[in-house]
């Protein structure tokens, strides 16, 4: 079974940088897709980076000069690396994880995603 803890949210001021980081349990044995999910209030789930099992990546239109999204060979921790940030980007950020070693079309489709962990709060001050 896999678990998926996340930690590193936070307020930042505009401009500012932020560290997300994503434990993720059970995933060393079978192929997934991992990422990162964000819901701001009001609107629906999109999601922002995804990082597909031999390391393909996948950004979201609206963010891709602004992130990084990692992950470490044992597939174990998922990083995402937040930069630039605007009030925009104030949401509640999610990890995640579906079977399957491609993360193709996955930005568009979350109900696809399996596993999910807590959210995070990003607050973006102007």
């Known amino acids: 079974e896999v678990q998926v803890v996340v930690s590193g949210g936070d307020s930042v001021q505009a401009g500012g940088s932020l560290r997300l980081s994503c434990a993720v349990s059970g995933s060393s044995y079978g192929e997934y897709c991992l990422g990162w999910f964000r819901q701001a209030p009001g609107k629906e789930r999109e999601g922002v980076a995804l990082i597909g099992n031999y390391g393909e990546v996948y950004y979201a239109p609206s963010v891709k000069d602004r992130v990084a999204i990692s992950k470490d060979s044992a597939k174990t921790f998922v990083n995402l690396q937040l930069s630039s940030l605007t009030p925009q980007d104030t949401a509640t950020y999610y990890c995640?994880?579906?079977?399957?070693?491609?993360?193709?079309?996955?930005?568009?489709?979350?109900?696809?995603?399996?596993?999910w962990g807590q959210g995070t709060q990003v607050t973006v001050s102007a």
């Open positions: 995640a994880a579906r079977s399957g070693p491609s993360c193709y079309k996955g930005l568009g489709n979350f109900p696809s995603f399996g596993y």
